[in-house]
């Protein structure tokens, strides 16, 4: 006759759902009730060869708690403390009665030496959210004439379908930017700078619709806020591009050539998005279903992120002069040795630092926008500037005053 | 019953072809290598592991598998590859805390081992004995602490 799990609990039937210790039988373990989905934890605390008896612990836990637990959230020893009256049980098996049977008693407390140790942790990646399955997103696209997205993120030390709010924004952030600079590169109007039109980045804006394990998959969808129909070819060309691009990461002999194909602004937002999962401690993955075309898939694992990440770093970036007619002076300090210029013509403003020729050319010079000078500038463009950091860099190298 | 096994401390005569069908597992192999398992919390360091500690479970009034003579888990004995689980084990386990652990060397012809991890790790092993009352040289090598 079985006396694990105990019949004599209330909690109707139950079974042994996984074990964490065995030794000649199991001695942690724990049982869900079939009925009400909860779980007990087990724990075997004597064993006594006199009585024939063994003593077990049964900590009764609702499924959040015991996600908690499992997954590494909180201590075994906490578990304990933060039952509930009635949660607690002692069953002693009794091997000697006949036939053998189980004596329940409930704890109102237990006694100290049968505790876990305050630092015993269970350390089990736990589900919390429906799986995802990449083969239902096509389908659910076109079920809601909508282009679907995921992302997946499966962050180190993640036991369960949880990501921190702060590091979720910042992905989700660099995610719609590169989408956004993306959709103006297949629109054919890449810009270096400066707002992106508000007809294109409206067309491939995202909406979060969903969650799914495991680890951490947010779903995507085309937001359709104010429109009746996405516009099909242009988040379908956008999407293929992240994918694309997703895919030709995994080495530095596909991902810079695909990466010189597109502007600064795509290069430095990708940039960003790789820098997100590094710091979030994730590879990436990417599933695109289109309305209009097939759905695909690009996985980066967590070394392959950190590799692209190094590869794009790790390139030069490109310099140029650029010589500029006429333009003003609108600000000069001697002591930072910045500038800045503005040309008329162009509608034009740099500003930058001032080389050590240029400093000395400056003396004298009149700030404003009366007198007018021609200037030799070095642009600097960074391959992929990451946020917050400027594209192109100026420096001044040589101005000299117009006459008149 | 395929097996018949004397209860007792010290007296059990059967050979490892009296296992029940299928028994060991497939994926079992040859015994081989250092093992440790939980003994008696009267042993110090150093000590022997009495035979009277190597009944099997289907002779063991406390198991599950007592004299479930078809129920291939009461003809074999625990054993871990590593000592770590079984030091884990004692922080949670008030049972394990209450007992010395000790080691054993199986070498060919002691019988099989199939590996069972548990849901937490991949070190236990069940060691079917051949013959099933074949009692290895295991010594203490951590008292109870």
């Known amino acids: 006759m079985s006396l694990i799990p105990p019949a004599e609990l209330p909690y109707g039937p139950l079974v042994v759902e996984e074990v964490y210790f065995q030794h000649d039988g199991p001695r942690f373990f724990a049982v869900r009730s079939e009925r009400w989905g909860m779980r007990l934890l087990a724990l075997c605390v004597d064993e006594d060869e006199l009585d024939q008896s063994v003593t077990y612990i049964y900590l009764a836990l609702s499924q959040a708690r015991f996600h908690q637990v499992?997954?590494?959230?909180?201590?075994?020893r906490q578990a304990f403390d933060l039952a509930e009256s009635g949660d607690i049980w002692q069953v002693t098996a009794d091997y000697l009665a006949e036939p053998p049977l189980n004596r329940v008693e409930q704890l109102s407390a237990v006694p100290a030496e049968w505790l876990p140790d305050a630092d015993a942790f269970l350390d089990l990646p736990t589900v919390t959210a429906p799986d995802f399955r990449p083969e239902e997103l096509g389908q659910e696209a076109r079920e809601s004439q909508r282009s679907l997205m995921a992302v997946e993120l499966d962050p180190a030390e993640a036991n369960t379908t949880e990501l921190r709010l702060r590091v979720l924004g910042r992905v989700a952030n660099s995610l719609q930017d590169t989408l956004d600079a993306m959709a103006q590169e297949e629109q054919g109007e890449r810009t270096v700078s400066g707002a992106?039109?508000?007809?294109?980045?409206?067309?491939?804006?995202?909406?979060?619709y969903g969650l799914r394990a495991a680890s951490f998959v947010l779903l995507l969808g085309i937001d359709r806020e104010g429109k009746l129909f996405e516009r099909a070819d242009l988040v379908s060309g956008t999407l293929g591009r992240l994918v694309t691009l997703v895919e030709s990461a995994s080495s530095a002999d596909t991902l810079l050539p695909q990466l010189?194909?597109?502007?600064?602004?795509?290069?430095?937002?990708?940039?960003?998005?790789?820098?997100?999962?590094v710091e979030a401690g994730s590879g990436l993955a990417v599933h695109a279903a289109p309305l209009t075309t097939e759905q695909r898939a690009a996985t980066l694992n967590r070394e392959q992120v950190r590799s692209a990440l190094t590869t794009i770093a790790d390139v030069s970036p490109e310099v140029r002069d650029m010589l500029l007619p006429r333009v003003a002076l609108t600000a000069l300090n001697t002591h930072?040795?910045?500038?800045?210029?503005?040309?008329?013509?162009?509608?034009?403003r740099y500003s930058g630092v001032l080389s050590p020729e240029a400093r000395e050319q400056v003396n004298g010079s009149r700030v404003g926008t009366t007198s007018?000078?021609?200037?030799?500038i070095e642009v600097q463009t960074d391959f992929a500037s990451t946020e917050g950091a400027p594209i192109e860099k100026y420096r001044l190298l040589e101005i000299n005053a117009l006459d008149g | 019953m395929p097996a018949q096994v004397i209860t007792g401390c010290t007296v059990l005569a059967v050979s490892i072809g009296g296992l029940p069908a299928h028994c060991p597992p497939s994926g079992h192999v040859e015994a081989e290598g250092t093992f440790y398992r939980f003994s008696a919390s009267s042993l110090a360091v150093g000590d022997r592991v009495p035979v009277g500690q190597w009944g099997l479970p289907v002779n063991n009034r406390m198991s599950e598998a007592f004299e479930q003579w078809n129920d291939c888990d009461g003809y074999a004995h625990s054993v871990f590859a590593s000592l770590e689980p079984l030091v884990s084990a004692r922080k949670v386990l008030h049972w394990a805390k209450k007992r010395s652990i000790c080691k054993l060397e199986l070498v060919p012809g002691m019988g099989r081992v199939h590996e069972s991890p548990s849901d937490v790790g991949p070190e236990h092993y069940d060691w079917y004995p051949d013959p099933l009352d074949r009692v290895p040289t295991a010594v203490v090598v951590e008292a109870r602490p």
């Open chain 1, 196 to 208: 992106i039109k508000a007809e294109i980045t409206s067309e491939v804006q995202m909406s979060v």
């Open chain 1, 336 to 348: 930072r040795h910045t500038f800045e210029v503005w040309d008329s013509v162009q509608g034009a």
């Open chain 1, 260 to 277: 010189r194909g597109y502007g600064p602004r795509v290069r430095g937002r990708f940039r960003q998005l790789l820098q997100n999962a």
């Open chain 1, 70 to 76: 499992r997954s590494g959230g909180i201590s075994l």
């Open chain 1, 372 to 376: 007018f000078y021609s200037v030799k």
